[in-house]
């Protein structure tokens, strides 16, 4: 059969190098044009025209990256920084709430200060305790208590008739003895406040033979006063300037 | 005539369908190795033509030939030579003496065969290659 057909093809075997040397070539021409056909294709083979557009292309295509990546950036900081205000707002807003919380008495304060000790057996009366207390807020006190009632703008000092004699009353509750006043401040000036000649304590010792013992302490401890809820009081709002 | 085109075929598409990749370096070595099959083949046909060919000749001078050029090649790479060049010039030279000599030798094998037929238009008008060549040399 193969040989009937190679016959068929005039075939002899003195053709056989010639065969496989043109199976050869062929191999190698096909490479030969595999290779040369991708190395065409590659940077190194271009003209430079077409390298310097490619190059443009490249560096502009850079060029856009680059801006997104600031603009991406730029963004990134932005948002940084707002969540860095947005915590230093929390921050400031909680500092500012503890110092209004302080200085309206719903928070529990310490400091230096001075204590004012009245004994019982005292002509002390209810306004007497006002001018102290005022005494002492004028001469900078940053926190005064009666009795441990911190006293506050809500604070009423006020005395009422029972049994035949006055009671001092602070916010209703009667005061007992002795009554101690805590002052909150500069323990000096509030002590020079009170004491220098013609003062009140003068005017106590004189007039009313009521011996209040001043004594400075490193530290006072006030206690925080019941904070007041609004019922029919609201905030008026703030027209916006825009 | 038609087994060796069928085996140039058979090349190509074995090329087509194991091509081997090959790094760029050497696609120089490779198109010079190429020229130099060229040149071996065109070579043999025309030693056919002159009634001088013979097959080992071929088969050794295609692949000497292609493996020597390559070498050379490469040889020139490693000098700072571009003996790459020389071996350009000196195979494209040997091709178209090639292709010159074919073409004579083709055109003389067409005159004689035009001779012959108008001489004896009776007899067998085929003629053996080696008539031909016999004829072609004289």
Sequence with gaps: MLKK???KLKFSYRQLPLILVFMAFGYLLVAQINTQSALSGSLEAQTIGNLSIIA????????????????????????KEKVNSGSSLTTSIESNIDTLSAAI????????GISITITTDSNLLYYDLIDLVNELFVTGAEAVSINDIRITDDTLI????????????????PLLSPVVIKAIGDPATLEKGLTYSGGIIDNLNILY???????????IQISAAKLDV??????VEKEKSE | MWL??????????LGIGFAFPLPAIYAEYLSIAVLAGLDSILGGWRAGLEGKFKSNVLLSGFFVNAAMAALLAYLGDLLGLDLYLAAVIVFGLRIFNNISSIRRGLLERYNIRKHHKNQQPSSDSQITEEQISTKTQK
């Design chain 1, 5 to 7: 057909f190679l016959s």
């Design chain 1, 158 to 173: 006020s005395e009422i008739y029972e049994m035949g004699h006055f009671a001092i009353i602070i916010n209703g509750e």
């Design chain 1, 209 to 219: 033979q009521v011996y209040p013992k001043i004594k400075q302490q490193e530290l």
């Design chain 1, 230 to 235: 609004f019922t029919y009081a609201k905030p």
């Design chain 2, 4 to 13: 060796p085109i069928l085996g140039l075929f058979i090349g190509i598409l």
């Design chain 1, 56 to 79: 443009i292309n490249l560096s502009q295509n850079n060029q856009h990256l680059e801006s997104e990546l600031n603009s991406l950036q730029d963004q990134l900081a932005s948002v």
């Design chain 1, 105 to 112: 008495g719903t928070e529990a304060v310490q400091g230096e």
